[in-house]
């Protein structure tokens, strides 16, 4: 079992930053990859970044180029930096590790 423990959402004006932390309670370096996903209001849930524990990444087109995904094995912590965030970017924002864990989302506000 891998439980995930996220923090770092709250409400912030449009064009404003957030940093995200997802914490495993099992070493990141055993983790082979983690995602960030959100769920916004009347949208289906989409993958927002991954990074693998190689320390490749994947960003969503919607986020790229504002997103950036990373991870700190000193800190066991997988990091989303975002930036310049837009009201769409509301929702609540879950990690998910390889083997289907799921931690218990933290809810970001971006305000017009």
């Known amino acids: 079992q891998v439980q995930l423990v996220e923090s770092g959402g709250g409400l912030v004006q449009a064009g404003g930053s957030l940093r995200l932390s997802c914490l495993p309670s099992?070493?990141?370096?055993?983790?082979?990859?983690i995602s960030w996903y959100r769920r916004s209001l009347g949208r289906q849930r989409e993958v927002v970044a991954t990074i693998s524990s190689d320390g490749n990444t994947a960003i969503a087109d919607s986020v790229k180029g504002r997103f950036t995904i990373s991870r700190d094995n000193a800190r066991n912590t997988v990091f989303l930096q975002m930036n310049s965030l837009r009201p769409e970017d509301t929702g609540v924002y879950s990690c998910?590790?390889?083997?289907?864990?799921w931690g218990q989302g933290t809810q970001v506000t971006v305000s017009s």
């Open positions: 099992v070493s990141l370096p055993s983790i082979n990859r």
């Open positions: 998910l590790a390889t083997g289907g864990y």
